[in-house]
């Protein structure tokens, strides 16, 4: 069988399971999974980097490629965006923020490096966003400032 037979719809269906990453991979196939590929990258609500984002020049962070994730897709309207496991430092987060101004959740598990409770918020702040679910779960993310039972729940 072969897959150019396959109508747009079907192919829209297949493109709606890929990464962010792969749907970019789908555009350099062909004209027309090129121009489907940007259909399917408008309507990309949810990111999920986890396990996405592969670092092989030993650079200290995975800002620089999710950066180029995000500026290939529409990030104007994802509302959910994953970073678990991602290698972020304190002062990235603001950039990939910056770039999800709809973001309603925010995964921000088990990721490496000792990320503030208080640099979270104030970055989420910063940006005015409107999270209605934030995870954090991680033995690297550290607590300052006011004692957590005075903080909101975060899950």
């Known amino acids: 069988m072969d897959i150019h037979i396959l109508n747009d719809d079907c192919l829209l269906y297949i493109f709606s ?3 962010p990453k792969d749907l970019i991979n789908c555009a350099e196939v062909c004209q027309r999974w090129r121009d489907l590929s940007l259909i399917s990258k408008v309507i990309i609500k949810e990111i999920k980097m986890l396990g996405m984002v592969t670092r092989r020049d030993g650079s200290t962070s ?24 991602c290698f972020l430092h304190e002062a990235d987060l603001s950039k990939v923020i910056a770039m999800v101004p709809a973001i ?18 104030k970055v989420l702040m910063e940006h005015n966003c409107k999270v209605t679910a934030l995870s954090i779960r991680s033995p690297g993310i550290h607590k300052t400032g006011k004692d957590l039972a005075e903080e909101p729940t975060v899950t």
């Open 17 to 19: 399971f890929l990464s």
């Open 104 to 121: 309603k959740s925010l995964k921000l598990d088990y990721m490496p490096y000792s990320l503030s409770i208080d640099h979270i918020f």
């Open 62 to 85: 995975d800002l620089e490629d999710i950066l180029k994730i995000l500026s290939r897709i529409d990030a104007v309207f994802v509302t959910s965006l994953d970073l678990s496991f």
